[in-house]
């Protein structure tokens, strides 16, 4: 997700390192350490303005957060909204999926979340997308053994592409909707792009998978 460029957002972000970490290789395999407790570490991948991943960690107090943003001015947002509302277990990341595994090591996540992920539609940009094989390599390596990834998103191409990989990699479907919304859970929490896209009539799919 994608804000207008706020000039001064790094400094602003690097007054609360206590709340967002601009160096993550330093905690890589201390992230326990860093919560101070041994819970298990969920890590959602482009919080976006960080509802998700607040609320979630408001009705799932015994379960560690992170959230991983590459945007200034977007981690920035999320940042303030923690601030207004503090949450003993969230943590925020300023960094690439594609330095994952230098931020985390070997069996350090339960559970990672890929929220409406850009689609990169064209096909010369596959490799860019976080469901292609060199992504599912790296979430391999940092998930437990039982780890596992919850996808969502709006664009059907996407997850197609998804399902046909991730079958390809061998890895075991616990749940797919193709309408998560048309009969909602109760336990869903909305993204702020899902509640926009969700208003035009767009479909949400869903599905839960481990390797």
Known sequence: MRLRNITNAREMLE????????EPRQHRGGWANFFGNSHPIYLEIG?????????MSHSFPEVNFIGLEKYDSVA??????????????VKLIRGEAENLLEYFSSSELNRIYLNFSDPWPRKGNAKRRLTHCDFLDKYRNILVN?????????????????????????????HINLDLHAQEPEDNVRTEYEVSKSATG??????????
Do not use: V, W
């Open 76 to 89: 920035l947002r999320a940042l303030q909204r923690l601030i207004a509302s503090p949450r003993p277990n």
């Open 146 to 174: 039982d780890g596992e990834i919850h996808l969502k998103t709006d664009n059907k191409t996407l997850f197609e592409f998804t399902l046909q990989h991730l079958n390809e990699y061998g890895m075991k479907f616990d």
């Open 202 to 211: 767009a479909i949400i799919y869903q599905m839960i998978c481990k390797f």
């Open 47 to 55: 919080m976006g303005k960080g509802k998700f991943i607040c609320e």
């Open 15 to 22: 007054l609360h390192p206590e709340l967002i970490i601009l």
